[in-house]
């Protein structure tokens, strides 16, 4: 699908795996928000952006917009990766304050998971799992099945880009 691509800022893997799941469904390309260029935004429809969920900002997004604004297409829908239980993210709140900084309308997904504590180092494993006692679930559903808001959102876009 020439017509969406997947942008993402991981330090981990966590969000890259997120990521993954949703170019892989889509049938799309993936980019790492490091090595994206105004040439990888260019003739698509849709762009979706995705990095992890600190407070109530998307990691890197705002570089990311700043960087590439004019290059955008007019549909950029947003995903927040974390392990904060779902009921516990101002996702409306969210939404709102991309909403007002950006010219164009942006959807926001939250999707919480349970990240590999074996792929991070020492220090990222002891905070983790710190963050996850106190304020991760104890079951998280598959990333497929988390994902799959954010995919619908994404065909219903791109079937009324292509009326």
Do not use: W
């Not at 799309?28 to 040439?39: H, K, R, S």
């Amino acid at each position: 699908m020439e017509q969406a691509l997947v942008v993402y800022a991981s330090e981990t893997g966590f969000t890259q795996r997120f990521a993954l799941g949703i170019a892989q469904a889509l049938h799309c390309e993936l980019i790492d928000v490091q090595f994206v260029t105004t040439a990888d935004l260019q003739k698509r429809k849709l762009i979706i952006y995705g990095g992890h969920l600190v407070g109530e900002k998307v990691l890197g997004l705002k570089a990311f917009y700043r960087e590439f604004h004019q290059s955008l297409p007019d549909q950029l829908i947003v995903f927040g990766s974390g392990i904060i239980r779902r009921e516990q993210v101002a996702i409306k709140q969210i939404k709102l304050q991309y909403q007002n900084r950006c010219v164009m309308p942006i959807d926001f997904y939250y999707l919480q998971g349970q990240p590999k504590l074996s792929q991070m180092n020492l220090f990222r494993r002891i905070q983790t799992s710190l963050a996850l006692k106190q304020l991760g679930a104890s079951h998280c559903p598959a990333i497929h099945e988390t994902i799959q808001p954010l995919l619908r959102a994404v065909v219903r876009l791109l079937d009324q880009a292509n009326l």
